[in-house]
Nanobody, 122 residues
Framework: QVQLVESGGGLVQAGGSLRLSCAGS????????MGWFRQAPGKERDFVAA????????YYEDSVKGRFTISRDHAKNTVYLQMNSLKPEDTAVYYC???????????????WGQGTQVTVSS
Protein backbone atom coordinates (compact mmCIF):
# COMPACT_ATOMS: atom_id res chain seq x y z
CA GLN A 1 0.00 0.00 0.00
CA VAL A 2 1.09 3.59 -0.56
CA GLN A 3 0.97 6.49 1.87
CA LEU A 4 -0.04 9.90 0.54
CA VAL A 5 0.39 13.37 2.01
CA GLU A 6 -1.11 16.45 0.38
CA SER A 7 0.14 19.99 0.79
CA GLY A 8 -0.20 23.38 -0.84
CA GLY A 9 -3.74 24.30 0.07
CA GLY A 10 -4.68 27.70 1.42
CA LEU A 11 -6.71 30.85 0.97
CA VAL A 12 -6.57 32.62 -2.38
CA GLN A 13 -8.62 35.31 -4.11
CA ALA A 14 -10.72 34.50 -7.13
CA GLY A 15 -8.58 34.49 -10.26
CA GLY A 16 -5.52 33.38 -8.33
CA SER A 17 -3.49 30.19 -8.48
CA LEU A 18 -2.38 27.41 -6.18
CA ARG A 19 -0.31 24.28 -6.71
CA LEU A 20 -1.20 21.23 -4.68
CA SER A 21 1.36 18.51 -4.09
CA CYS A 22 0.84 14.90 -3.15
CA ALA A 23 3.92 13.10 -1.89
CA GLY A 24 3.82 9.34 -2.00
CA SER A 25 5.82 6.75 -0.12
CA UNK A 26 5.94 3.03 -0.29
CA UNK A 27 7.05 0.61 -2.90
CA UNK A 28 5.88 0.92 -6.46
CA UNK A 29 4.46 4.42 -6.08
CA UNK A 30 5.46 5.16 -9.66
CA UNK A 31 3.33 2.23 -10.81
CA UNK A 32 0.10 3.77 -9.54
CA UNK A 33 -2.35 5.89 -11.41
CA MET A 34 -3.14 8.99 -9.39
CA GLY A 35 -6.22 11.09 -8.97
CA TRP A 36 -7.38 14.29 -7.34
CA PHE A 37 -10.86 14.56 -5.85
CA ARG A 38 -12.55 17.32 -3.89
CA GLN A 39 -15.33 17.65 -1.37
CA ALA A 40 -17.14 20.91 -0.80
CA PRO A 41 -19.09 21.51 2.44
CA GLY A 42 -22.32 19.54 2.46
CA LYS A 43 -21.56 17.82 -0.82
CA GLU A 44 -20.25 14.47 -1.96
CA ARG A 45 -16.64 13.97 -2.97
CA ASP A 46 -16.19 14.58 -6.70
CA PHE A 47 -13.59 13.72 -9.30
CA VAL A 48 -11.25 16.52 -10.37
CA ALA A 49 -8.38 15.01 -12.39
CA ALA A 50 -6.44 11.81 -12.92
CA UNK A 51 -3.14 10.78 -14.49
CA UNK A 52 -1.88 7.40 -15.64
CA UNK A 53 1.13 5.77 -14.04
CA UNK A 54 3.29 6.84 -16.99
CA UNK A 55 1.95 10.37 -17.07
CA UNK A 56 0.99 9.97 -20.71
CA UNK A 57 -2.75 10.15 -20.12
CA UNK A 58 -4.67 12.75 -18.15
CA TYR A 59 -8.37 13.25 -17.47
CA TYR A 60 -10.29 16.22 -16.11
CA GLU A 61 -13.71 17.07 -14.83
CA ASP A 62 -15.36 19.44 -17.27
CA SER A 63 -15.48 22.47 -14.97
CA VAL A 64 -11.70 22.47 -14.44
CA LYS A 65 -10.56 21.79 -18.00
CA GLY A 66 -8.27 24.53 -19.21
CA ARG A 67 -7.72 25.81 -15.66
CA PHE A 68 -6.22 22.84 -13.78
CA THR A 69 -3.27 20.67 -14.79
CA ILE A 70 -2.30 17.36 -13.22
CA SER A 71 1.28 16.18 -13.52
CA ARG A 72 3.71 13.85 -11.80
CA ASP A 73 7.41 13.65 -11.07
CA HIS A 74 8.56 10.05 -10.69
CA ALA A 75 11.94 11.07 -9.32
CA LYS A 76 10.24 12.92 -6.46
CA ASN A 77 7.36 10.47 -5.98
CA THR A 78 5.04 13.45 -6.20
CA VAL A 79 1.89 14.34 -8.08
CA TYR A 80 0.84 17.93 -8.60
CA LEU A 81 -2.37 19.79 -9.30
CA GLN A 82 -1.74 23.24 -10.73
CA MET A 83 -4.88 25.30 -10.29
CA ASN A 84 -5.23 28.58 -12.17
CA SER A 85 -8.09 31.05 -12.56
CA LEU A 86 -9.58 29.81 -9.33
CA LYS A 87 -13.25 30.43 -8.61
CA PRO A 88 -15.17 30.49 -5.33
CA GLU A 89 -16.89 27.26 -6.40
CA ASP A 90 -13.49 25.54 -6.35
CA THR A 91 -13.52 25.85 -2.56
CA ALA A 92 -13.25 22.35 -1.10
CA VAL A 93 -11.03 19.88 0.64
CA TYR A 94 -8.82 18.33 -2.02
CA TYR A 95 -7.71 14.70 -1.76
CA CYS A 96 -5.16 12.78 -3.75
CA UNK A 97 -5.60 9.07 -4.31
CA UNK A 98 -3.65 6.17 -5.76
CA UNK A 99 -5.06 3.32 -7.78
CA UNK A 100 -4.32 0.88 -10.55
CA UNK A 101 -6.36 2.64 -13.21
CA UNK A 102 -6.74 6.34 -13.99
CA UNK A 103 -10.50 6.77 -13.87
CA UNK A 104 -13.11 9.17 -12.58
CA UNK A 105 -14.45 6.67 -10.05
CA UNK A 106 -13.56 6.77 -6.36
CA UNK A 107 -13.80 3.01 -6.03
CA UNK A 108 -10.88 2.57 -8.42
CA UNK A 109 -8.57 4.29 -5.93
CA UNK A 110 -7.51 2.34 -2.87
CA UNK A 111 -5.19 4.72 -1.05
CA TRP A 112 -6.11 8.25 0.00
CA GLY A 113 -4.41 11.21 1.59
CA GLN A 114 -5.80 13.23 4.48
CA GLY A 115 -6.84 16.16 2.31
CA THR A 116 -5.86 19.80 2.06
CA GLN A 117 -8.23 22.76 2.29
CA VAL A 118 -8.53 25.17 -0.63
CA THR A 119 -10.58 28.31 -0.05
CA VAL A 120 -11.22 30.80 -2.85
CA SER A 121 -12.62 34.15 -1.80
CA SER A 122 -14.71 36.31 -4.10
Amino acid sequence: QVQLVESGGGLVQAGGSLRLSCAGSGRSFSSYAMGWFRQAPGKERDFVAAISWSGDSTYYEDSVKGRFTISRDHAKNTVYLQMNSLKPEDTAVYYCAAGWVATREEFDFGSWGQGTQVTVSS
